[in-house]
């Protein structure tokens, strides 16, 4: 097998065409979909690259690697994966965001409307041969409301076009730290902003949630969130059960008249099949679906093309979408270095580091074209300031045309 190839195994899925393409550059591919997560560890020997959709990833599976160095989730989130267990054993954990968000947008419309126009119960009187129109001839409308939308990244924007295609207005928080890109897909919206959590919630009759599960969010909308939202108005969840506070949630639903669209619930079955019983998923006041949101064939489709390019990249060289690399500098200090890129340069250049106990914890070297001879410039985070002595004998080097210290703490 050539360097450039790899072992991948895949514990999920896949399409026919991407993995025929994959094999066909060269890559061996193990596709074993019936994977449980503790079957894993004994399946990973010899394997550079796991893919996974909804298996769950634990630390034995990175303790029992011999050449895994990298887990790639078919899809966008990654909590099924010990992010911290991989870093650990230095296993990148790659994702593939944005390729559902058009599926998961257009199921919370599905499951919006549906409540509205209480179409699940109204099927199931036809069904049953029952004839019932002044049951269901009060819907609310949605034109003109107001839907707050609690998680504005790719699939909140794919929301609010869609809502507000219906003539729903459309508010989120206020953050500092949203792209550019963002920004003006929310100011092509009109999409309004909030200053704070009661503004957001106060006046709105649809709370839309579309937050990754994480330590901080786990139980983020509780009662108190909750009690910040009108009577009667409607929860839609489409993002991860742990967010939510069942509890919470099922006295709203029972005190005050809310509504509530879930695609995702708390302690829901791993598998595909199971028997099992919610008292929120049983509730009249819940219209809910199996953890579906992300599941169209155009959506398995575009996931399929997003695995095969992290695939490619990274037999490359290149790592794309690394959810547990460290993007700001570490190092209590950065030491910019220009040089000649030639063999032995940086090699003498981390010695000398290695030589005054400095520890070098984050590197990048970028190699500029010229005409003649290349040169280069490495960024290096380094543990602790350098001293002047150090930093001398590195400006000194015969091949190094300068440097400079950055955050020199």
């Not at 983020?220 to 509890?247: C, H, Q, W, Y």
């Amino acid at each position: 097998m050539s360097l450039n190839t790899m072992r991948i195994l895949f514990a999920d899925k896949i399409d026919a065409g991407r993995l025929g393409w994959l094999e066909a550059a060269g890559h061996e591919c193990i596709v074993k979909p019936e994977l449980h997560a503790d079957d894993l560890a004994d399946h990973i020997a010899g394997i550079e690259v796991l893919v996974v959709r909804s298996t769950e990833v634990k630390r034995g599976v990175f303790k029992a690697a011999d050449e895994l160095a990298m887990v790639l989730r078919a899809g966008a989130g990654t909590d099924t994966i010990d992010c911290d267990g991989a870093a650990k054993f230095g296993i990148y954990v790659c994702n593939v965001p944005g390729r559902n968000a058009v599926a998961v947008a257009e199921l919370t419309m599905g499951l919006l409307l549906a409540i509205d126009r209480q179409i699940v119960d109204a099927s199931a009187d036809l069904r049953s041969g029952r004839w019932d129109k002044s049951r269901y001839m009060g819907a609310s409308g949605l034109k003109g409301c107001r839907m707050a939308i609690v998680g504005m990244g790719a699939i909140g924007i794919e929301v609010a076009e869609r809502a507000a295609a219906f003539g729903i207005e459309v508010a989120a928080l206020y953050r500092d730290d949203r792209s550019a890109g963002l920004l003006a897909d929310m100011k092509r919206l009109d999409i309004e902003i909030a200053p704070d959590w009661d503004a957001l919630l106060a006046d709105t009759d649809i709370v839309s949630l579309h937050l990754p599960a994480t330590p901080e969010t786990c139980g983020f909308v509780d009662a108190e969130f909750l009690a910040k939202m009108p009577d009667r108005a409607i929860l839609l969840n489409t993002s991860r059960g742990e967010i939510v506070d069942e509890e919470a949630l099922l006295r709203a639903l029972d005190e005050r008249g809310m509504r509530a669209g879930l695609d995702v619930f708390c302690q829901e079955p791993s598998g595909a099949d199971a028997d099992w019983s919610s008292p929120l998923a049983s509730h009249p006041s819940v219209t809910g679906t199996h953890h579906i949101g992300a599941s169209t064939l155009q959506a398995s489709e575009a996931i399929a093309d997003g695995v095969t390019e992290v695939l490619e990249a990274f037999a490359a060289g290149e790592v794309l979408n690394c959810v547990n690399r460290a993007e700001r500098p570490l190092g209590r200090s950065t030491i910019v270095v220009r040089h000649r890129d030639q063999v032995g340069v940086l090699a003498g250049i981390l010695m000398a580091l290695r030589a005054s106990g400095i520890n070098v914890l984050q590197m990048r070297n970028e190699i500029l074209a010229g005409p003649k001879h290349h040169a280069a410039v490495a960024t290096i985070g380094v543990s602790r300031r350098p001293s002047r002595k150090v930093l001398d004998e590195l400006n000194n080097m015969e091949a190094v045309h300068g440097l400079r210290l950055i955050n020199p703490c």
